[in-house]
C-alpha cells in the first residue's frame, strides 16, 4: 500500500529585489516519495520505473552520492555524522522526477522521520547547473513549519554573490506543500524563491494526467534558468565569477531559527 508517497502540483515562483528587479513564475508538479514505498511504487504504476527508463521515472543516481548507490543509506551515514538520535527511520523526498529519462532539481528536499513518525531532520539538496550539488543538513523538531537558516556555500547563480544567507520556511508534507527560500546579503533582501503545491494521491492516473499537463516540464526548467539568466545579463546585472569547482559536498548547520 502506498500511504506517504504523493504527486504535489502547484508553481514555482523567483522574485529578485536587486540591483534589477525581476520576477517568473511557471507551473510544476513534484513527487513525494518514501523511499520505503518505491518498489511498490515502480511494481504497481504505469508509466513509472525506479532505476530504468519511463515516461516518468526515479534514479538513486540523482541524489545522495549520485553514484546510484543506495540513497536511504547515504542519509543514514549523515545522521550518524551529525549525532542525530534514532531507532529506525524513513525518508522522504521531494522532488521533480526524470521525465522521458531527463531531470534538472534545482532543489531537492528529504524529510527524515524517526520510528514515532516525528520529524528528525531535513536535508536541503542544492544542485547548479554546472553539475555539482551542495546538501545542507539540519536537525530539526517535529513541528508544522520548519524554519532554518544558514551562510550560502555553494555557486549557484552567476548574478549572485557567495556573500548571502539562505532562510528556509518549509511546511511537513501534507495536503498542503510548501517552500520558501529567502536569500539575503548584507544590505538587505536580495531574492525570495518558493513552491508550492496542492497533494493528489500517487496513481497512474494522476500521474499521466500531471504529465500530459506538463509533458516537457523538466526540460522547461532547465530552459528557462537559462533564458532567465540571459534577461538578467541584458539588464546588465553584474556577473559573478565561479571560483571553487565543488562535485558533491555536504555541510551539517546548526539548528533551526525563531
Known amino acids: 500500500m502506498i500511504k506517504y508517497s504523493k504527486i504535489y502540483s502547484g508553481q514555482v515562483i523567483h522574485t529578485r529585489f536587486k540591483p534589477k528587479k525581476h520576477h517568473f513564475k511557471y507551473k510544476v508538479f513534484s513527487l513525494l516519495i518514501d523511499l520505503d514505498e518505491i518498489k511498490e511504487i515502480n511494481n504497481n504504476l504505469n508509466f513509472f520505473s525506479y532505476n ?18 543506495n540513497l536511504k543509506q547515504w542519509v543514514k551515514e549523515n545522521l550518524i555524522k551529525k549525532n542525530i538520535k534514532f531507532n529506525n527511520f524513513r525518508v522522504e523526498i521531494l522532488c521533480y522526477p526524470r521525465i522521458l529519462g531527463y531531470v534538472f532539481n534545482p532543489l531537492s528536499i528529504l524529510y527524515v522521520y524517526n520510528q514515532n513518525n516525528e520529524l528528525i531532520s531535513i536535508f536541503y ?66 531574492l525570495y524563491a518558493s513552491q508550492d503545491g496542492i497533494s493528489q494521491d500517487l496513481t497512474s492516473k494522476n500521474l499521466i494526467i500531471n504529465y500530459l499537463k506538463h509533458p516537457l516540464m523538466t526540460f522547461k526548467v532547465i530552459v528557462a534558468i537559462h533564458f532567465e539568466a540571459f534577461k538578467l545579463w541584458f539588464k546588465k546585472v553584474k556577473l559573478v565569477k565561479k571560483k571553487i569547482k565543488t562535485i558533491n559536498k555536504i555541510t551539517f548547520e546548526s539548528n533551526e531559527f525563531k
Open 52 to 69: 530504468k527508463f519511463n515516461i516518468i521515472s526515479f534514479f538513486d543516481k540523482d541524489h545522495g552520492k549520485r553514484d546510484g548507490s
Open 125 to 190: 539538496e542544492v544542485k547548479n547547473t554546472f553539475g555539482e550539488q551542495h546538501t545542507y543538513i539540519f536537525e530539526t523538531k517535529d513541528q508544522k513549519l520548519i524554519k532554518n537558516k544558514c551562510d550560502k556555500k555553494f555557486y549557484v547563480s552567476p548574478f549572485i554573490d557567495m556573500e548571502c544567507e539562505y532562510s528556509f520556511r518549509v511546511t511537513k508534507p501534507g495536503e498542503l506543500i510548501s517552500v520558501i527560500i529567502n536569500q539575503h546579503d548584507k544590505e538587505g533582501k536580495l
